[in-house]
Nanobody, 126 residues
Framework: QVQLVESGGGLVQAGGSLRLSCAAS??????MGWFRQAPGKERAFVAA????????VYADSVKGRFTISRDNAKNTVYLQMNNLKPEDTAIYYC?????????????????????WGQGTQVTVSS
């Protein structure tokens, strides 16, 4: 049974940092990513990493502030979030896919993923 378990969310002041973790069990995936959904908004792509070569792709809004990484041994993906802004407030979801895409662009689309975590709340106060 596939499970994605997120952790690390919380409340932080603007300019602060948080690290999200997503532990996967049951399968080894081709790629994993992070999406977020703010109140009243659609779910949006944040970052993704391809397992085979650690290629990454980021949303423009988080480039230079967020870093996605992985730990193969733990089958875990991380999202290090620095210089957080109030507009980063959202529920953050971990996603995983078995599909290998040659272009990382495809991992920015939520329909590329077949597995999702339950979400973790990130709140950034001003």
């Amino acid at each position: 049974q596939v499970q994605l378990v997120e952790s690390g969310g919380g409340l932080v002041q603007a300019g602060g940092s948080l690290r999200l973790s997503c532990a996967a069990s049951g399968r080894t995936f081709s790629a994993m990513g992070w999406f977020r959904q703010a109140p009243g908004k659609e779910r949006a792509f944040v970052a993704a990493i391809r397992w085979s070569d650690s290629s990454t792709v980021y949303a423009d809004s988080v480039k230079g502030r967020f870093t996605i990484s992985r730990d193969n041994a733990k089958n875990t993906v991380y999202l290090q979030m620095n210089n957080l802004k109030p507009e980063d407030t959202a529920i953050y979801y971990c996603a995983a896919t078995l599909i290998y895409y040659g272009g990382t662009y495809y991992y920015t689309k939520d329909d590329a993923y077949g597995y999702w975590g339950q979400g973790t709340q990130v709140t950034v106060s001003s």
